[in-house]
T-cell receptor
């Protein structure tokens, strides 16, 4: 079974400051990891994904994440946040169980302070 | 085009009403999903259709009835709902049986049951 842990339920950060949202996973098989963003009253939008290859993955809106197998982590980073980045961020892992089963973390609310 | 559309955007219904949610995608995906999301929680999987056949029902009450009329459309028929069924209902699609495949989400239908 796979699981995802997002320890920080909320992360406040000042505008133009850097941010890191933490994600740890557990898996007994090959790992495929995703970050989704959800703006208020909207659906989930894919930010980036790690399938294989380079451990540093670049996504949309200036976000990037680094896959660290030894630490079982997939932290999301942005060097300078904007007010419009205020949203809920979900880390997720997928596995095959006859269908693509996606397990989501509990989410981290990024609150950008002007 | 990575768009999944959902209608209606908002729905208010009484406990004796019958209504339907609609989801549509034109990405050629052959797997479609219904999720339920309560406030401040991650999405919870309800149903999975693979090649227009229901492959997963996550013990969802029978007052929710999914239907997949063709490879582009997914419906969720609602009948005799309870107030606790109020939530954001998200549709997603992907290629089936691909662990590396990405699920693309629609904007959701905000359902309120009175």
């Amino acid at each position: 079974a796979q699981s995802v842990t997002q320890l920080d339920s909320q992360v406040p950060v000042f505008e133009e400051a850097p941010v890191e949202l933490r994600c740890n996973y557990s898996s007994s098989v090959s790992v495929y990891l995703f970050w989704y963003v959800q703006y208020p009253n909207q659906g989930l939008q894919l930010l980036l994904k790690y399938l294989s290859g380079s451990t540093l993955v670049k996504g949309i809106n200036g976000f990037e994440a680094e896959f660290n197998k030894s630490q079982t982590s997939f932290h999301l980073r942005k060097p300078s946040v904007h007010i419009s980045d205020t949203a809920e961020y979900f880390c997720a892992v997928s596995e095959l169980k006859g269908y693509q089963k996606v397990t989501f973390g509990t989410g981290t609310k990024l609150q950008v302070i002007p | 085009d990575t768009e999944v559309t959902q209608t209606p955007k908002h729905l208010v219904m009484g406990m004796t009403n019958k209504k339907s949610l609609k989801c549509e995608q034109h990405m050629g995906h052959r797997a479609m999903y219904w999720y339920k999301q309560k406030a401040k929680k991650p999405p919870e999987l309800m149903f999975v259709y693979s090649y227009e056949k229901l492959s997963i029902n996550e013990s969802v009450p029978s007052r929710f009835s999914p239907e997949c009329p063709n490879s582009s459309l997914l419906n969720l028929h609602l009948h005799a709902l309870q107030p606790e069924d109020s939530a954001l209902y998200l549709c997603a699609s992907s290629q089936p049986q691909g662990r590396t495949d990405t699920q693309y989400f629609g904007p959701g239908t905000r359902l309120t049951v009175l």
